[in-house]
Nanobody, 122 residues
Framework: QVQLAESGGGLVQAGGSLRLSCAAS????????MGWYRQAPGKQRKLAAT???????NYADSVKGRFTISRDNAKNTVYHQMNSLKPENTAVYYC????????????????WGRGTQITVSS
């Protein structure tokens, strides 16, 4: 079994900052990609940012320059520093990992966190 412990969401005023954390634990051999996705009310879930094992990052155009994703491989944890937040960033943010399970290190699985709400007031 795999667990993702997300933290750091909340209410913030426009222009403020928040930092999300997501710690993975359980039957994990290694983690490939880690990332954050967001889902606004009534909208589809979309990419916010991802980071590969060696630190290669990918961002949605709308967050480039404001959001920074990072990871600590020793802790199986991914972080998402969000600065200059805007009301349109209001959404539930979901942690995602692509990992190799201990039971079958040659395969890979995807796993989602339960999500954490971020609300940006104007």
């Amino acid at each position: 079994q795999v667990q993702l412990a997300e933290s750091g969401g909340g209410l913030v005023q426009a222009g403020g900052s928040l930092r999300l954390s997501c710690a993975a634990s359980g039957s994990i051999f290694s983690i490939n990609a880690m990332g954050w996705y967001r889902q606004a009310p009534g909208k589809q879930r979309k990419l916010a940012a991802t980071i590969g094992t060696l630190g290669t990052t990918n961002y949605a155009d709308s967050v480039k320059g404001r959001f920074t994703i990072s990871r600590d491989n020793a802790k199986n944890t991914v972080y998402h520093q969000m600065n200059s937040l805007k009301p349109e960033n209001t959404a539930v943010y979901y942690c995602h990992i692509n990992y190799r399970p201990r039971s079958s290190p040659s395969s890979s699985n995807n796993y989602w966190g339960r999500g954490t709400q971020i609300t940006v007031s104007s």
